[in-house]
C-alpha cells in the first residue's frame, strides 16, 4: 500500500515517536479472567461467531468454476464452492438424505457433481439435488426441496466470507460490515493476491487470548528479542478504533525516514505495520511484502481454540530467489514469531488462568484496547 493512503497517520505517529510517547490511557487497569473460562460465555461467543462474517478463505484459492473448499467450524463442516455460474456459495457439507457429510476432502478443483457415498445422491456446484438412484422408489419426493442447505456467502475485496447463520436478516453486507475499514480494503487490490503459505494448528488456550499480542507493543522488546524486535521502535502504536474494528500502526526502526519521503511513491509497509483486527477474530498484519490474515476459532472448551496463518503475497514466486524470500518469511513470522512466541505465551497464560493462580490481568496504560476489545465482544454477543 502506498504510504500516501495512511498520510493521516503517519503524521500522527511521527509526533509520537518524537516524544517518544504512544497511545496510552489515562490509568491502568485490570480485566477478569472468568470469560477464558466459562463454558456458558464461550456459548454465547459461539453464537456471535455464527451471527458475524468470517473470513474463511482467499478467492483465488477456488479460482475456476466447481472448485471447492471445507472449512471446519464449530463443529459443522461447510463445503464452499464456486458454481458454474462463478459464484460462490457455502453449503452445510451434509447429504440431505440421511445427513452422511458428503466430500471428506480438504479441497478439490473443477467438480461438476458431488456425489453421497452412501446412497450415491447426488448434487450440483450449485447445491441442487440432481440425480438419485432409483428415483422410482421416492414418489412424489421434492427434488428442489431436498437442495444442500445454504448459508451466506459474500466474495469481496478477494476474501471468502461466511455468515454461517441462514437467516437472510442476520447476513450484512462486507462493506458495511468493513465500516471506516472499507476504503482500506478497496485500496489493497487483495483479490489481486495469491495464497503463499496455509496452516492450521490448535491452541491450548482461549481464543481471545492470542489476539491480546496484537492489541498492545509492551511485548515487543521480550517476547520477540529473538526474531523481531529490532525492526521496530519499542512501547509505540497508535490506534484507531473503527467500531467494532481496531486498526494500529506500530513503527519500524526507520519510521523517521517518511518525514522526508515522497509518501505516493513509498511501500508503508517498509516503516510501519498496519495491523488491523477485524472483529471478531482476524488480525491482518501488513508486512513489506505480503500479508499475514490470522484467524482464531474457540474451541471445543473455554481453554482451547485453533488458529488459522494465512501469508497472501502479491505475486507468487517464480524463480529461486523469489521463493527462499517467502519461505524466510514464511520461517521468522509463522515459525518463530507467530507460533514460538506470540500463540506460544497465551498456551502459557491461559494455564495460569485454568490453575487458578489468576483472576485478573492487569493492564499497562499502553495494553488499554485489550478492555477495549473484551468489551467490544461482551457487546456483541
Ligand atoms: S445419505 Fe447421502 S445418499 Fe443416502
Ligand atoms: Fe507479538
Redesign the pocket.
Known sequence: MKAEFYAKQIDCLLKMVNNNQGDEADEMSTLKTDHFLDPKRLQQEKNMFRRMPLIVGHSNEIPYAGDYIVRELDDRSWLIVRGKDLQVRAFYNY?Q????KLVQDEKGECQNRFT?P????TYSNQGDLVGLPRADLFPGLDKKSKALKQANLQEAYGLLWLTQNTQPSVARSIGDYLGGLESEFEALGLEDYHLYFDKTRELKANWKFPLFAFLESYHLAVLHKDSIADFFIQNIAHSEFLEPHIRSFVPRSNVRDLATADLSKVNISEFLTPTNIIFPNICMISHPTSISFLSVFPGKTPETSTWRHMLLVPKLPETDKERAHYDKTVDVLDGLTYHKEDFWVSELGQEGISAGAIDEFVLSKNENLIKVFDQLVEQHL
Not at 438424505?97 to 452422511?100: A, L, P, Q, S
Open positions: 447429504c438424505h440421511r445427513g452422511t453421497c452412501y446412497h450415491a445422491w
